[in-house]
């Protein structure tokens, strides 16, 4: 009985050592050839596919080696990131562009500094003992040259990756009903000729394309975009900014138009409405409860008051109108028919009623209060009712608020409040 293995690309990491005696075997065959073994008596026959790089990257050790970048100032990023699942080791997952470390060696050569999957074995001439060690030896380094010594990764794994992302770039769209598009947009500037249709406010479904325009040899009325650039884009204002602010080739993934439903896509965006007013009903609703309860606190105030024509006895001092003094009438030859006497002027605070008039007049303006001070409106001047009983109790609440303790004190609060 005879069972035949193929692997089209096995390309194990170069720490498995179990793999040296297999590759040593097949370094005499060719890629595809087959080598009969024999297991528990039967004869077992198997495709040995390693590719031709792998056996060269076993048969030389793992290359290690020193570079030194530049740190212009102390707080300067080399940009690189670590891998997360590997927190013992050094491993770098990602090199931003246009930092020190995606820089490359020399001016022949296009490789970097750093490259994904390096591992950082010295940084500074310090052993790295781990992923957060690494980092905070590269943070803490002084600015100028800083030496890292790093094992580089294999070549079988960056093909292995290369290859890995490949297929699954052009195998995921498709599982998913997508359609890969790709533009060329020459500058930042250039026009694509492409609208968005306003009737839809959470999916990118595009209204028109010009025949004329970049887009119309990839994208067609009625496409959905889905992701630009591996972004996803779901409202049609993120599409076309995404869209305007990118240049060179663009990857587009599309739903088309004879593919899209439009009847679910209007059901979900009417499903999200109304979840929106109703959260907006609820918070009307909690507002609404608040008024009320405020409502109640007036009606404990009211008619306080009107049990005594004379007041309580607080007010000691008529307020001072807008154009007079204190506890003078500014319309000596009598007050004009449109302005209204009030029967009763507002009330100072007792601590107030023994001040002088001039020092017991209220501020005509407001500004910020202090620690011993509301931000809140002085008592209303006499010529003015308050508007309303909300109007009413915020201007009684302002004044019980201020209770100085002597004189002085007094007047330097209402002088900081002016």
């Known amino acids: 009985k005879k069972q035949r293995h193929t692997a089209d690309m096995d390309i194990p990491p170069p720490s498995h050592r179990e793999m040296d005696s297999l590759v040593r075997e097949s370094a005499k065959l060719g890629d595809g050839e087959v080598v009969e073994q024999e297991e528990n008596g039967e004869s077992m026959e198997q495709a040995l596919t390693l590719p031709e790089y792998l056996l060269q990257q076993e048969a030389t050790q793992e290359m290690v080696t020193t570079i030194t970048l530049q740190k212009a100032t102390a707080t300067t990023r080399i940009g690189i990131g670590l891998r997360a699942d590997l927190p013992n080791r050094a491993v770098v997952n990602t090199v931003a562009p246009g930092t020190p470390a995606a820089e490359p060696l020399s001016s022949e050569s296009p490789v970097p500094f750093i ?37 580089c990764c294999p070549e079988a794994l960056k093909r292995s990756a290369r290859f890995l992302q490949t297929h699954w770039r052009a195998s995921w769209p498709q599982m998913e009903g997508l359609t890969r598009r790709i533009l060329f947009k020459p500058e930042q500037a ?11 406010s959470m999916h990118s479904v595009i209204k028109t394309v010009k025949e004329d325009g970049l887009a119309a040899t990839a994208l067609s009325a009625g496409d959905r975009v889905v992701r630009i650039n591996g972004y996803e884009c779901t409202k049609p204002a993120e599409a076309a900014k995404a869209l305007r602010e990118a240049f060179g080739q663009i990857e587009l993934h599309v739903i088309k ?18 979840e929106e007013e109703a959260a907006a009903a609820r918070e009307m609703d909690d507002a609404g409860d608040d008024d009320d309860d405020f409502d109640d606190d007036d009606d404990e105030y009211a008619g306080n008051d009107d049990g005594n024509a004379d007041g309580d006895g607080r007010y000691g001092v008529m ?30 605070p007792a601590s107030l009623s023994t001040l002088s008039p001039e ?10 209060g202090t620690s011993s001070t ?8 006499a010529g003015r009712q308050p ?16 209770k100085p303790k002597d004189a002085a004190q007094s007047t330097g609060s209402l002088n900081q409040r002016v």
Not at 123 to 147: D, F, M, N, W, Y
Not at 319 to 347: H, I
Not at 387 to 402: I, P
């Open 257 to 274: 138009a004879d593919d899209a439903d439009y009847d679910e896509m209007r059901a979900i965006e009417d499903e999200q409405k109304a």
């Open 319 to 348: 307020p001072r109108a807008a154009n007079g003094l204190a506890g003078q009438d500014p319309f000596p030859a009598g007050r004009p028919m449109e302005v209204s006497t009030p029967t009763q002027g507002r009330r100072l």
């Open 190 to 200: 250039s026009i694509l000729g492409l609208s968005f249709s306003p009737d839809f």
């Open 115 to 151: 490259e994904p999957y390096d591992e950082l074995l010295e940084v500074g001439g310090v052993p790295c003992e781990s992923a957060q060690h690494a980092v905070k030896l590269i943070r803490e380094a002084p600015a100028g040259e800083l030496t890292i010594r790093k094992k």
């Open 387 to 402: 508007q309303g009983w909300r109007e009413w109790l915020q201007q009684r609440r302002s004044v019980a608020s201020v």
């Open 359 to 368: 020092e017991a007049s209220p501020p005509q303006e407001t500004g910020i």
């Open 374 to 381: 509301r931000a809140s409106a002085p008592p209303l001047a």
